[in-house]
């Protein structure tokens, strides 16, 4: 991490803002026991599930939208079904493929069905089945050999 030297010596006033990306991802998200660090980890699992493109387990997303959902409003409030933004908790090809209407319409009643569950939990849950999907645990990196001028793709 590099900051201004102005930083040390307390003359800058504004703040410093850092952004953290997970590097690893652990097989068993239950081993992490600090909430901060459970709650990065989430939002850095939700990043990939939103770029993800398995279209075979829509279905899924519609369940991964309601643990976050939970995670990040709590509870169920009733009356209101446009209470979030769709483009925040599925990916942009479901909002296309199913419009934003029928979204509004029927992920609440997943988020319902889990009314009462702790945050902790949702936010376990998610990360669980988030990694059943096949791109979501997936750091492609992608090097280039000059002498060969060929791509190589590793997956870990």
Not at 53 to 81: S, T
Request: proline share 3%; net charge positive.
């Amino acid at each position: 991490m590099y900051l201004p030297k102005s930083w040390r010596k307390n003359i800058l006033k504004d703040k410093v803002v850092m952004y953290l990306k997970v590097q690893y991802f652990a097989e068993n998200y239950q081993l992490i026991v600090n909430d901060d660090a459970l709650k990065l980890y989430y939002a850095e699992v939700k990043a990939r599930v939103l770029s993800s493109r398995c279209y075979e387990h829509e279905g899924l997303y519609f369940q991964l939208a309601a643990y976050a959902l939970q995670v990040e409003l709590g509870d169920y409030k009733q009356g209101n079904n446009a209470y979030f933004q769709p483009q925040g908790f599925l990916p942009v090809w479901v909002i296309q493929r199913r419009g934003k209407d029928y979204i509004l319409e029927h992920t609440p009643a997943l988020h319902w069905e889990i009314t009462g569950m702790s945050s902790r939990k949702a936010t376990q849950l998610f990360i669980q089945n988030a990694f059943t999907l096949s791109d979501v645990p997936v750091t492609i990196y992608t090097l280039l050999k000059v002498w060969q001028h060929a791509y190589i793709t590793y997956i870990i």
